[in-house]
């Protein structure tokens, strides 16, 4: 099984590009999030989504959007990349609500 | 609004100490505590604690949850360099249902 799958691994924009992230999961999960991870700081939760039309905001959803219209896709949106957005960014996903989430690999983004 | 701190944020071991890392947390109706295992990418899941008192346990890892104080320790034994990796801690509540909290993690180095 793939699990969860990130594109791209990296990528680098200029100020007030926009660009989108993208996760794909193939284990069937209703929940899926998007976090971002800066030194220093753990994982901070931007947007996550309790099944395919529902969606909500995390700890820091500014400057991002999310759609989730299928199960296994939750695209994530840069709507003007700001260099305060240089981070790694992950996806996950579970089962349940409260169980483990599985990862992926992260995308790296470099904002100039 | 749900906050984990986790303790110490990094330290330096030899092969063969004993390590222990401290979550403490507060949520809204606890419902479950998550220790991952971050190396080079993305964070692996260790264990899941739900019940106070009960250790979990796997090969030379354990950990535990005190609902009283509102805290949880993961134990490293024996350590290997294979060990160095960031650990951290998330919580979640049932009332922010596929919503996790995550801690700063505690950046580990184990050497020779």
């Known amino acids: 099984n793939a699990g969860v799958t990130q594109t791209p691994k990296f990528q680098v924009l200029k100020t007030g590009q926009s660009m989108t992230l993208q996760c794909a999961q193939d284990?069937?999960?209703?929940?899926m999030s998007w976090y971002r991870q800066d030194p220093g700081m753990g994982l901070r939760l931007i947007h996550y989504?309790?099944?395919?039309?529902?969606?909500d905001q995390g700890e820091v959803p500014n400057g991002y959007n999310v759609s989730r219209s299928t199960t296994e896709d939750f695209p994530l949106r840069l709507l003007s990349a700001a260099p305060s957005q240089t981070s790694v960014y992950f996806c996950a996903s579970s089962a349940l609500g409260n169980q483990p989430q599985h990862f992926g690999d992260g995308t790296r983004l470099s904002i100039l | 609004e749900d906050k984990v701190v986790q303790s110490p944020l990094s330290l330096v071991v030899h092969e063969g100490d004993t390590v222990t890392l401290n979550c403490s947390y507060e949520v809204t109706n606890f419902r479950s505590l998550l220790w991952y295992k971050q190396e080079k990418k993305a964070p692996t899941f260790l264990f899941m604690l739900?019940?106070?008192?009960i250790e979990k346990k796997s090969g030379r890892l354990s950990s535990i949850l005190d609902k009283k104080e509102l805290f949880s320790i993961l134990n490293i034994t024996a350590t290997q360099t294979g060990d160095s990796a960031i650990y951290l801690c998330a919580v979640t509540g049932l009332d922010s249902w596929g919503k996790f909290q995550f801690g700063a993690g505690t950046q580990v180095v184990v050497t020779p």
């Open positions: 989504s309790v099944g395919a039309g529902i969606t």
């Open positions: 739900t019940s106070s008192g």
């Open positions: 284990m069937n999960h209703e929940y």
